[in-house]
């Protein structure tokens, strides 16, 4: 069983900067690819960055040079650091861990830059 729990959201003015961590329990986190994904309200959850057991990522075009994705399979531990931050930033982020074809969710953590 994999339990993923998001941590480090919050309010912060457009072009700041904040972390946001997944922690996972279990075993198969160092084995697993791991990804960021976001919901904005009225819309659909979208994928923000992926990153893989390699340590190889990837990144939708919007954040590209302001989003960084990695991971510390010691920790069991995931990251996003997030910086020049856009009021289209504004959503909840989730963790995601995907492993032999199943998919984990954290509970999501809200991201707020208001205009």
């Known amino acids: 069983q994999v339990q993923l729990v998001e941590s480090g959201g919050g309010l912060v003015q457009a072009g700041g900067s904040l972390r946001l961590s997944c922690a996972a329990s279990?075993?198969?986190?160092?084995?697993?690819?791991t990804a960021w994904y976001r919901q904005a309200p009225g819309k659909q959850r979208e994928l923000v960055a992926v990153i893989t057991s390699r340590g190889i990522a990837n990144y939708i075009s919007s954040v590209k040079g302001r989003f960084t994705i990695y991971r510390e399979d010691g920790k069991n531990t995931m990251y996003l650091e997030m910086s020049s931050l856009k009021t289209e930033d504004t959503a909840v982020y989730y963790c995601?861990?995907?492993?032999?074809?199943?998919?984990?969710w954290g509970q999501g953590t809200q991201v707020t830059v208001p205009s």
């Open positions: 995601n861990l995907l492993y032999a074809g199943r998919d984990y």
């Open positions: 279990g075993s198969i986190f160092s084995i697993a690819q």
